[in-house]
């Protein structure tokens, strides 16, 4: 029998890959889902085409909480987070539900409050790598808070050991979910960094490594697709400023946003992933192995679960390694097929939807008893 389950999300627009990982969980054919948002918008939309209801919950100023979490923004939101708390009960009551999938922070203060009085179980999904001391405390404290907690890699997890309640689940991908056109012929090795451009994913330190390789005389070239938030525009403009003064304006490109994985991906040799500020499960991995193109990752955070070095991608920290990566992938010739060959058994194993699917209803099987 499916499980009634009401996935809390504390973001109405789609902020990046948490929102559509959400989706995938919900296509869970052993889930009736129901979405909870805190005000209507693109999220529900999206939910509403697919047929899957939603309901509002008000989260007052508990949506203002931000990262880094002071005491002081959790107590302006104390009043709020129990209203939230009682919404969330009575949405929970009125659709039958067994069980509460949190999605962020503010939803799995929520989430838990409700539980704590009288709601329905929770399971928390950890899609975030505590950075700062107060972090880490909050973080081992989620399994007391929850019945359940998942989390997208080992990596989120910030002690040695995983209490009993505590699950690693990778996100997945659709198979077959795009196919790329074959590339026209072109000199060198064309490199990509593709998503939201932020200083935390590391696009300063490709384009010292770019001049370092160009330097030796490797002929690559670095497309950059994504774009910033206003928040983050004085990091793009520096990234303008850093092409000038390496000399790299015939080298580097910014092209912007992109519809859909085909134009994203195409034209690319290779994916860059240089987060060097440890990135939880990057989804750019996942869609590069799967549209079988070599990956250079940073060796940080969630890469490391992702990548076999030298069998399904490489792994560089510093421009020494980065050159390496791009002397060894220009050398694939006849064995590129193989290579991708290894990526694709290393997607189907890790990242599958039917995987992340069979793992998360055997979590539920768990908090539920059932």
Known sequence: ???????????????????????????????????????????????????????????????????????????????????????????????????????????????????????????????????RPTERLIWRALPRAADQVVLVSRACWPAPDLPGNVSVVFNAIAPGMATLPSPAPHPGTVLGICGRIHPFKGHHLALQWLHAARSQGLDVTLRIRGEATAEDRGYLETLHQTVAALGLEDAVRFDGSFEGLAAIYGGLDVVLVPSETPDPLPRSVMEAMALGLPVIGFPAGGIVEMIDPGRTGWLAADAEDFCAAVRDIAALGPQLPAFRDRMAATVAERFSMPRLHREITAIYRSALDR
């Open 1 to 131: 029998m499916p499980y009634n389950v009401a996935f809390l999300s504390p973001v109405s627009n789609f902020k990046g890959g948490a929102e559509r990982s959400l989706f995938d969980i919900m296509r869970n054919p052993h889930v009736r889902p129901l979405l909870i948002v805190p005000a209507e918008g693109p999220v529900s939309a999206r939910a509403a085409a697919e047929g899957i209801p939603f309901e509002v919950l008000d989260f007052g100023q508990v949506a203002a909480i931000r990262r880094p979490i002071s005491p002081a923004s959790v107590w302006a939101a104390a009043g709020d987070w129990r209203r939230a708390a009682q919404g969330l009960k009575a949405i929970v009551r009125r659709h039958g539900i067994d069980l509460v999938h949190s999605n962020g922070m503010k939803a799995h203060c929520i989430a838990a409050l409700s539980r704590r009085i009288g709601g329905a179980p929770a399971l928390f999904h950890v899609r975030d790598i505590a950075v």
